[in-house]
């Protein structure tokens, strides 16, 4: 499976996006997928993850109420709603798949990044 994420750029605080991660090789309703984001000098975090349905969500606590992650397996697209951005959101956001029996939250169960697409966010 090879991902592309876009959608990322430049936003003031408090401003919003809408990052897409677009699949191709395999359908991604063969995997769980998560977003996950890593700034400067810092590891990759996960951010939200999505069950194979999308009937399930699991998000990290600082992005909670925030942030939406939602699939259209029709598509091939995995899609992440950044709403309320925060200086501290700036980073760098990849999208992976997991083919774990059940969603989680660490970087070692996702594979097949991509590039990632890169949010700037100005205070």
């Known amino acids: 499976v090879q991902l592309q994420a876009s959608g990322g750029g430049l936003v003031q605080a408090g401003g919003s996006l809408r990052l897409s991660c677009v699949a191709s090789?395999?359908?991604?309703?063969?995997?769980?997928m998560g977003w996950f984001r890593q700034a400067p000098g810092k590891e990759r975090e996960f951010v939200a993850g999505?069950?194979?349905?999308?009937?399930?969500?699991y998000y990290a606590a600082a992005v909670k109420d925030r942030f939406t992650i939602s699939r259209d397996n029709a598509k091939n697209t995995v899609y992440l709603q950044l709403n309320s951005l925060k200086p501290e959101d700036m980073a760098r956001y990849y999208c992976?798949?997991?083919?774990?029996?059940?969603?989680?939250?660490?970087?070692?169960?996702?594979?097949?990044w991509g590039q990632g697409t890169l949010v700037t966010v100005s205070s």
């Open positions: 992976g798949t997991s083919s774990d029996s059940v969603l989680r939250v660490i970087t070692t169960s996702y594979t097949n």
């Open positions: 090789g395999r359908p991604i309703n063969n995997y769980i």
């Open positions: 999505i069950s194979r349905s999308g009937g399930s969500t």
